[in-house]
């Protein structure tokens, strides 16, 4: 097995979320990293002396942060929670990460794209977010660049896994119900299972973070969350009404990008593992069952 370049602990923020339970579920299968999670209540992004006590007093090496404001619709009555927390709050870890020499991964969001382009997007692709909760993601990018920390930044899109509420989780609840379900059919993107993205995550900071860069990470392929929610039914058997439907007919309050999907040559060429995301969907099946 490769050996971390990271002296020191990891420090795990945002660890009651699924993308941190994830880390902590896979944890012990990486020997070589030390990962850290605090409790919630002690791993404020916004308390910079809060963050600096664990980095000086329990020898933190790297961080990876799995803590953000993600409510998409609640955000665009609430900025300013988002803001602090998705902006404010990574400005913080920035700030620490370069005082104390330390690397940083953080994750971020095809939300931070208008969605507006038939092609998938690549790191360089021109962020434009159309909502407050990409506005805010794509401000915290822009803060870890501007410190000028050693700093890796993973967008992802569709994030799913066992944990907490998601789409699978859901889609599972209702269709168990017999409920006739309306799921749109025009937005298209590649769903994430989290413990592949937590093991992305390691196999970057164990590889070693110089300098500033951002990293598309996803799964292969693409579907729209109609197709999405016919192959979690599929895999599992449930005989589920469902109507395809347009997002004009499937109104929220934060607008959606039409196209999250994002190019993942840079990860291939990073040798981080990729599979088409049906698979991964039936492993994260596998485990809920």
Same mark, same amino acid.
């Given at each position: 097995?490769?050996?971390?370049?990271?002296? /020191?602990?990891?420090?795990?923020?945002?660890?009651?979320?699924?993308?941190?339970?994830?880390?902590?579920?896979?944890? /012990?299968?990486?020997?070589?990293?030390?990962?850290?999670?605090?409790?919630?209540?002690?791993?404020?992004?916004?308390?910079?002396?809060?963050?600096?006590?664990?980095?000086?007093?329990?020898?933190?090496?790297?961080?990876?942060?799995?803590?953000? *404001?993600?409510?998409?619709?609640?955000?665009?009555?609430?900025?300013?929670?988002?803001?602090?927390?998705?902006?404010?709050?990574?400005?913080?870890? /920035?700030?620490?990460?370069?005082?104390?020499?330390? @690397?940083?991964?953080?994750?971020?969001?095809?939300?931070?794209?208008?969605?507006?382009?038939?092609?998938?997007?690549?790191?360089?692709?021109?962020?434009?977010?159309?909502?407050? *909760?990409?506005?805010?993601?794509?401000?915290?990018?822009?803060?870890?660049?501007?410190?000028?920390?050693?700093?890796?930044?993973?967008?992802?899109?569709?994030?799913?896994?066992?944990?907490?509420?998601?789409?699978?989780?859901?889609?599972?609840?209702?269709?168990?119900?017999?409920?006739?379900?309306?799921?749109?059919?025009?937005?298209?993107?590649?769903?994430?299972?989290?413990?592949?993205?937590?093991?992305?995550?390691?196999?970057?900071?164990?590889? /070693?973070?110089?300098?500033?860069?951002?990293?598309?990470?996803?799964?292969?392929?693409?579907?729209?969350?109609?197709?999405?929610?016919?192959?979690?039914?599929?895999?599992?058997?449930?005989?589920?009404?469902?109507? @395809?439907?347009?997002?004009?007919?499937?109104?929220?309050?934060?607008?959606?990008?039409?196209?999250?999907?994002?190019?993942?040559?840079?990860?291939?060429?990073?040798?981080?593992?990729?599979?088409?995301?049906?698979?991964?969907?039936?492993?994260?099946?596998?485990?809920?069952?």
């Amino acid at each position: 097995m490769e050996k971390s370049s990271i002296e /020191g602990r990891i420090l795990v923020t945002g660890s009651a979320g699924q993308l941190g339970k994830s880390l902590r579920k896979i944890a /012990g299968q990486y020997p070589d990293l030390d990962l850290f999670f605090p409790d919630e209540s002690d791993a404020d992004l916004t308390d910079r002396e809060q963050i600096e006590r664990h980095i000086t007093a329990s020898n933190i090496g790297g961080i990876i942060n799995c803590a953000a *404001y993600t409510a998409v619709d609640r955000a665009e009555e609430d900025e300013e929670t988002a803001y602090t927390i998705n902006t404010l709050g990574v400005r913080v870890l /920035g700030d620490l990460c370069k005082t104390y020499g330390i @690397p940083l991964i953080h994750f971020s969001t095809d939300y931070v794209f208008d969605g507006l382009s038939d092609d998938p997007y690549t790191e360089v692709s021109a962020a434009n977010p159309l909502g407050a *909760y990409g506005r805010t993601k794509l401000a915290g990018e822009r803060a870890l660049c501007d410190w000028g920390c050693n700093a890796v930044v993973i967008r992802t899109s569709w994030l799913y896994s066992e944990f907490g509420n998601n789409f699978v989780v859901t889609m599972l609840r209702l269709g168990g119900e017999g409920k006739p379900l309306r799921v749109v059919c025009d937005q298209r993107g590649t769903p994430t299972y989290a413990t592949d993205l937590a093991r992305a995550a390691l196999e970057v900071l164990r590889k /070693g973070v110089s300098g500033f860069d951002i990293l598309h990470y996803s799964a292969l392929g693409q579907t729209s969350w109609y197709g999405f929610a016919r192959e979690i039914f599929l895999l599992r058997g449930i005989q589920a009404d469902i109507t @395809p439907v347009s997002t004009e007919q499937y109104p929220v309050k934060a607008p959606r990008p039409r196209n999250s999907v994002m190019c993942m040559d840079k990860a291939l060429q990073r040798g981080l593992t990729l599979r088409p995301w049906q698979d991964a969907l039936a492993e994260c099946l596998g485990e809920i069952e």
